[in-house]
């Protein structure tokens, strides 16, 4: 525990001014971040006697090591910066709201030549109108389907698209008219468009507009007696009308606002957001957080605020936030939220009125949703600490596992050879923990081998992480300069794009950013998918290592059984033990996350083409040799001066594309062995 006195700042250091100060504990990692409208007043509250300090902040103040600040500006400035350094950082002592499930948005994407109307959740994609979020998927659909009569934009696939454009048939939708089937020229890319954006302000709340007009085009056609017309335009505001009536009116006056309601306790906080839109509610979401900071209910606000409009531009911000309390600093937010809309925001309490009985309502949902979530923990909790100690129990462990790592090696027929480590903290995943291995210190089949390769260059990068803080001083288990690890392939991808390899544990360390480096924390326990051999290989990995305070164990498929060094006996578990369900869990999650990555590996390696090999050559100029020459067979016989008739490609890349399709080039034609045909080379450069 450090004394706040050893890094308090010397009397005349702190500037009189607007900024944004982190506090890094001993091993430079951020662990708290604040602004300030004075810098001098704020960071004062932190060097007091420790007995006047909340048990939160004389936490905070006695792991930190170091504190540092940043002059800005403005209060906005310094509001923007702590957002932006909270994201990047992840301070443990700041509050984060988490979600409570990931919400499904009706999504309009303008972006593209025939905009489509799907379901979207996750990260919000440029170019695209968004409208929610919704409680649940078929919310969306239904209301979809409604306004899809008078309003019959594109909802099919790229895949389906294409397919319809190149056969000249359009889908179901096309032939029951609730889709304009612009894949087989019905209407044109402009007409498609309109409706398009015909949708997407009937969605914003601009309703009386268009049901005024289908009304008056149902009277003339009465008028003119074409009867089946004015009847199709009389379902069609009906089906208007009932897609209107899913969303409640709560605010007569077509009023756009978030309201925000916060309820909570001394340990927990949840908040609640209703997304009104034209004096409708469009969507609703909820957060929870743990209140790891001394923070009070107009904090609570600031950061919910911080989050909700972070990331937003334009309409998604409203004209009006309603909150239970205003921020600190509430001109200050006002006028960010204004720079994020591009125009004035109020921010402010309802006093009276619609406003503030819906503000009520807002409140009660979000009591109920804390009450819940207490519920569900109390729960979890309770399970997860029972399979905890279990395993303690089961393992002959001092304390329980609080954190398990968990490695599984998978191939296909000693191909493509991958290892996978996750991670599980107090009994659930933490995905961004999650590390993917290449074998690369030999070639083939051994599972046993491959489980000590990962294993050493693993505890290779946490030794020496350990030995760059200064947590670890050399003994005899480990005299000499850490050796060196072969380069991992990097973190759990979110997407289907791999990261990138990390920095290699012999290599010169980065300069400290504040983040916590990979392979920093050791675990308490670690699970091999595998019975005694692979277990075995582990123990010899950490002891090569001079590492002896990490238990090991395997988990064998076949009978579930427990397997621990040196042992000739495994453990068995009853099947009904929660350590079971939660070991079966770790190892499950291990195979799934191994096999995912060896497969993507081998469908890699599979699409692989000469033109890969040439340096400087990416994705792009590839394909405008291969559309140029119609194949690699044809892309080989050209000649260089042939090569260089293509766009973006010199003389210079042109000779390497031919020598190494030269060298790529097989000496005599492979034939299929059952049927004598020649086997001939695709587009891609791949054999078929």
């Not at 890319?189 to 997407?200: I, N, V």
């Not at 978030?258 to 340990?267: F, G, N, P």
């Not at 916590?516 to 670690?526: H, V």
Request: hydrophobic share 35%; proline share 6%.
């Amino acid at each position: 525990m450090a004394d706040p006195s050893s890094y308090r700042p010397k009397p005349g250091q702190l500037p009189d001014s607007p900024g944004v100060y982190k506090f890094r504990d001993e091993h430079r990692r951020v662990i708290y971040v604040g602004k300030a409208k004075s810098l001098r007043q704020r960071l004062a509250n932190y060097f007091q006697d420790l007995s006047g300090l909340h048990p939160r902040t004389r936490t905070m103040v006695t792991t930190a090591a170091s504190v540092e600040w940043t002059v800005v500006s403005t209060e906005v400035e310094a509001l923007q910066l702590e957002y932006s350094w909270i994201k990047e950082f992840d301070p443990r002592f700041n509050v984060k709201y988490r979600d409570d499930k990931s919400y499904p948005y009706l999504a309009v994407t303008l972006n593209e030549e025939f905009p489509r109307v799907q379901v979207m959740r996750g990260a919000k994609k440029k170019g695209v109108r968004y409208f929610g979020p919704y409680g649940h998927a078929w919310a969306i659909r239904e209301t979809v389907d409604l306004m899809l009569r008078v309003f019959p934009v594109r909802t099919c696939s790229a895949g389906v698209f294409k397919n319809a454009a190149r056969s000249g048939r359009p889908c179901l939708l096309g032939y029951i008219g609730k889709c304009s089937a612009p894949c087989v020229g019905r209407v044109t890319p402009e007409e498609h468009r309109e409706l398009a954006d015909d949708f997407c302000d009937f969605m914003a709340g601009r309703t009386g507009t268009y049901i005024r007009r289908l009304e008056k085009d149902m009277t003339a056609a009465a008028e003119e007696m074409e009867y089946e017309r004015a009847a199709r335009l009389r379902d069609d505001v009906e089906a208007l009308r009932r897609a209107m009536e899913k969303s409640a009116v709560v605010l007569a006056d077509a009023t756009d606002a978030d309201l925000i309601a916060v309820a909570e306790d001394e340990l927990e906080a949840a908040v609640q957001i209703f997304h009104v839109r034209g004096g409708r509610v469009r969507g609703q979401r909820g957060w929870v957080t743990d209140k790891v900071e001394n923070v009070d209910t107009s904090g609570l606000v600031e950061h919910a605020l911080q989050q909700l409009y972070g990331e937003e531009t334009g309409d998604s911000v409203p004209k009006e936030v309603l909150v239970p309390a205003l921020p600190e600093d509430p001109e200050a937010v006002s006028q960010w939220l204004a720079g994020r809309r591009g125009s004035q925001v109020s921010l402010r309490i309802p006093q009276r009125g619609d406003k503030k009985d819906l503000m009520a309502t807002v409140q009660r949902n979000a009591q109920q949703a804390l009450g819940l979530h207490k519920t569900k923990r109390a729960s979890d909790l309770t399970t997860r600490s029972r399979a905890l100690e279990e395993i303690a129990e089961a393992l002959g462990l001092d304390t329980a596992p609080l954190r398990i790592e968990c490695f599984d090696i998978s191939h296909l027929q000693g191909d493509d050879v991958v290892a996978s480590m996750v991670v599980f903290e107090d009994g659930l995943a933490r995905k961004g923990e999650y590390r993917r291995f290449q074998i690369k210190g030999f070639e083939g089949q051994d599972d046993v081998r491959s489980m000590h390769e990962v294993i050493s260059r693993r505890f290779r990068r946490y030794l020496h992480e350990k030995e760059r803080t200064g947590e670890w001083e050399e003994g005899p288990a480990a005299t000499g300069p850490v050796p060196a690890a072969p380069a991992v392939d990097g973190p759990a991808p979110t997407g289907p794009v791999p990261a990138a390899p990390d920095q290699d544990a012999g290599a010169e360390p980065r300069e400290d950013d504040g983040r916590p480096k990979r392979f920093a924390y050791p675990p308490q326990l670690l699970v091999v998918d595998g019975g005694q051999p692979q277990v075995a290989a582990a123990k010899r990995a950490l002891d090569e290592l001079g590492i002896d305070d990490i238990a090991v164990c395997g988990l064998a498929k076949r009978l579930e059984e427990v397997w621990l060094p040196d042992d000739d006996d495994p453990v068995v578990l009853p099947r009904s033990s929660e350590g079971l369900y939660l070991l079966q869990r770790v190892r499950d999650e291990a195979h799934r996350f191994a096999i995912t990555y060896q497969r993507a590996k081998r469908a890699k390696r599979i699409r692989a083409s000469p033109l890969d090999a040439v340096a400087g050559l990416g994705e792009t100029r590839k394909q405008a040799l291969i559309k140029h020459f119609g194949s690699v067979k044809k892309l080989r016989q050209a000649t260089i001066d042939e090569i260089c008739e293509v766009p973006g490609i010199g003389r210079r890349t042109a000779e390497s594309v031919a020598v190494a399709l030269a060298a790529a080039a097989p000496a005599t034609p492979a034939v299929n062995t059952a049927t004598g045909e020649i086997i001939e080379e695709d587009d891609g450069g791949s054999t078929t």
